[in-house]
C-alpha cells in the first residue's frame, strides 16, 4: 500500500500533506473531525494513543505519529526530494533549529488555546496567556531567523512548511501576523504560492495576504 494519512482540514496533518506534495508522493487521506472529537474515538486511539491527529501508516504499515516525527521519517524515506540540506551543511542546523522550537514551543500553546478547559478552570486566561506565549516566540522567530522568503533564503525546508501551518492558527493570520512579524507572514505567502504545493495549502487555508 501506499502512504495513509489521517487528519483533518486546518490541523496538523496539513503540515504533512504539503511535505508529501513537494516530494510528489500520493497518499491516501482518512479524515479525522476534530469538531466532532473523532480523535479521541477508540478506533483510532488504537492508532494514536495520544488521540491527535496527524497519524502517517507508512507503506510497509508502521505508523509514525508526532508531525515532527512523521517530517523527519519523510525526509530519510525521499532524500532526493531535498527537505532538508545534507548532514553536513549548516543550513540543516538551522532549519532543525527553528522546526523543533515551533514544535517545543508554539504546539503546546495551541493545544492550550484551543482546549483551555483541559488546564483549568479560568478557560479565557488560559487561553490568552498562551496565545499570548506563541506570539513571543514568533516575535524571536520573526527577529533572529529572518525568513527571505524561506529560513534559508530561496530553499524550501520542511522548516519552513512547519512554520507556514503554524503561523495560520490562533487568530494570528488575519491581522496579527502581518502587522507583527511580515517576514513570517511572507514565509507563509511562499509556500503557498510554490506551484507544488499550491493544492495542497488551498485544501486547508486562503493564500496569505
Given at each position: 500500500?501506499?502512504?495513509?494519512?489521517?487528519?483533518?482540514?486546518?490541523?496538523?496533518?496539513?503540515?504533512?500533506?504539503?511535505?508529501?506534495?513537494?516530494?510528489?508522493?500520493e497518499a491516501e487521506l482518512r479524515p479525522v473531525p476534530l469538531d466532532?472529537?473523532?480523535?479521541?474515538a477508540s478506533d483510532y486511539r488504537?492508532?494514536?494513543?495520544?488521540?491527535?491527529?496527524p497519524t502517517l501508516l507508512l507503506p510497509d504499515g508502521t505508523v509514525v505519529t508526532e508531525?515532527?516525527?512523521?517530517?523527519?521519517?519523510?525526509?530519510?524515506r525521499h532524500p532526493g526530494a531535498g527537505l532538508?540540506?545534507?548532514g553536513d551543511d549548516p543550513g540543516r542546523a538551522v532549519a532543525l533549529r527553528w522546526m523543533m522550537l515551533a514544535a517545543s514551543e508554539i504546539y503546546p500553546c495551541v493545544t492550550r488555546a484551543d482546549y483551555p478547559e483541559r488546564f483549568g478552570d479560568d478557560a479565557p486566561s488560559i487561553r490568552a496567556r498562551a496565545v499570548g506565549m506563541a506570539r513571543e516566540t514568533w516575535r524571536i522567530i520573526e527577529a533572529e531567523a529572518r525568513p527571505d522568503p524561506f529560513l534559508l533564503g530561496q530553499r524550501l525546508?520542511?522548516?519552513?512548511?512547519?512554520?507556514?501551518?503554524?503561523s495560520r492558527w490562533m487568530g494570528n493570520e488575519a491581522e496579527w501576523m502581518p502587522a507583527h512579524c511580515p517576514r513570517v507572514q511572507s514565509l507563509a505567502r511562499a509556500v503557498a504560492t510554490r506551484p507544488?504545493?499550491?493544492?495542497?495549502w488551498g485544501r486547508h487555508f486562503a493564500v496569505p495576504a
Open positions: 500500500m501506499g502512504y495513509v494519512l489521517y487528519g483533518d482540514r486546518r490541523s496538523g496533518s496539513c503540515i504533512i500533506e504539503l511535505a508529501l506534495a513537494e516530494i510528489g508522493a466532532r472529537d473523532a480523535q479521541l488504537r492508532l494514536n494513543p495520544m488521540g491527535r491527529v508531525s515532527t516525527a512523521i517530517l523527519l521519517a519523510l525526509e530519510a532538508l540540506p545534507p525546508t520542511l522548516a519552513d512548511l512547519h512554520l507556514a501551518v503554524l507544488r504545493l499550491a493544492a495542497a
